[in-house]
């Protein structure tokens, strides 16, 4: 398993090395206890690896420069994941939107033809269970705000993806292979166990982040 990538203006921070341990550990459970065990990515196979690059982004602004090069420098796929930030879901996912503008752009210009695609999560992301678009947004709702970004045909370390410049990752969540992972046939006891789950991530978040944050 890849060691976190530490970038921002508080990376070097004395605390900041806990902060990112803290961080990578409830990613992983959000990984293994969320969408693994319930088969909502289907191309998940082994959650460490899955993570690809990630990138913990110790910035208490979201800088749209910043993580265009971090993506752009990651081989495959990349997580940005924000603990600092405090902006809501709406910002989070207009910041998603114009980071892939920027990398669309700059992948053009190295004339490249096919960008990554994206998908953005968030704690307070918007979702219940009535429709299939809304549960997406619940199971969605990550430890902290993050970007992922995926390019096109990578296989590797246990995970494949096919071509997601024809896919929108959202939509992932409820085409996985595994029909019982499925989102739209999730029954009430998976669901209200996936609710469950997420609530105790973020009782875990409560206790082991709130000083770190505070100091960082």
Known sequence: MAEPVVVGALAAHYRAEELVAAVHALHLRYAREVVGAFGLCPFMNDPESAF?????????????????????????????VYPLVREGC??????????????????FARGESTPPVHATFHPEMEGDTTTTQRRIGLVRRAPDP???????????GGSTFVDPTSLDLAA?????????????????????RIVALLAELRSEREATYPRLVDEA
């Open 52 to 80: 690809g690059r990630f990138c913990v982004i110790l910035e208490r602004r979201l800088d749209v420069l910043l993580a265009r090069d971090v993506v752009l420098a990651a081989p495959g796929v990349v997580h940005l």
């Open 172 to 192: 992932l969540l409820a085409a996985t292979a595994k029909p019982k992972g499925r989102v739209a046939n999730l029954d009430d006891a998976d669901l209200e």
């Open 146 to 156: 993050f970007v992922q970004f995926v390019p096109q045909g990578l296989t590797g």
């Open 90 to 107: 709406h910002t989070m996912e207009r910041f998603g939107n114009a980071l892939h503008e920027a990398v669309r752009r700059e992948v």
